[in-house]
């Protein structure tokens, strides 16, 4: 896809799902193609960082293997909901029922709705506007395709939606597919169709058919945990969001970090323990440092996180806030529950005008 396009392949390792993540470069308005409910902070903590508006959040298809981030990601950001209008009886909390030959815009791009059934009734295959990606859910997958065995599937309407519709695209198409369990990340419409031992080379669909009809697969793990989640859309049966922590306004970072906002600590500063992880000398430099703080240097900390009490949520601080990222990294794998690096450390903490003791 050309330049002005921002492309991520995202992964959850536990159900082996990609999630896409596709961006206007110029409007900045997104889309997420099948997104996986535990990862939702990863994924909005992406669309964050780089400064993207998320206007829907796609799924190829009713997934019975993870449950969908959707309802997270649209409590987060506000954004539509989009799966196809041909589950029966429909996904009634989608807001954006989709079908064949629909058209998903993201500022000045699109993708073009391709209905792809077989896997189950309602999958769908997105193609990029300039047919240079598909994305091909549980329909196409590389040298395989999804099984038919249970959720309506049919292999008979899962080799002529292949062939109809994603083998029809031009070779040199990238293929994107829900999922990869052999660390493959992409193929191409022209090397499935020589290739996939499924239905690539001379295969007809009578060949495809008693292959797929023959897989003997297990039962799905998740299907029993993930079907009735995915028809309420991902929501919880409690209809609560759950927090990166539920002692303050905590984010999860794309590095996957826990912060928090100097402001907040400033305002807050009763209830947490701050935990100091500079040197001692640049406690006598110019940005001084946050009144009752624990000085405990990053190298030292391993060996004295005995030191640090665990009454109170655990705030860590340095200069600019890396190491104090790595020390909660530390404190977390020690069995802390409650901490979080500022953001900035000291640097941003001086930067806003919050009260400071010097040495
Ligand atoms: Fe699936």
Known sequence: MSPDVIFRQLY??????YT?????????DAVLIDSVYEQHLRDKALLDELGLMLRAVLDTHCHAD?????????QATGCRYGISRRYQPGISCADMPIDHGDVVRFGERSLEVRATPGHTDGCVTFVSDDRSMAFTGDALLIRGAGRCDFQQGNAHTLYRSITGQIFSLPDTCAVYPGHDYNGRTMSTVGEEKAHNPRIGGRADERDFVGFMENLNLPHPKQIDQA???????????????PRPAEWGPVRQTYAGLLEIEPEWVAQ????VHILDVRQPQEMQESLGFIDGAQLIPLNELKARLSEVPRERPVVAVCHAG???GQATVMLRAAGF???ANMRGGMLLWSQLGLPVRKA
């Open 20 to 28: 896409y993540l596709l961006a206007d470069a110029r409007s900045r």
């Open 322 to 324: 890396m190491r104090s």
């Open 12 to 17: 959850d390792a536990a159900s082996s799902t």
């Open 227 to 241: 079907l009735p989640a995915n028809l309420r859309c991902g929501r919880p049966e409690d209809g609560r969001v």
């Open 66 to 74: 993870h449950v969908t981030g959707a309802w997270l990601l649209q």
């Open 268 to 271: 807050h500063r009763a209830e």
């Open 337 to 339: 529950e409650r901490y």
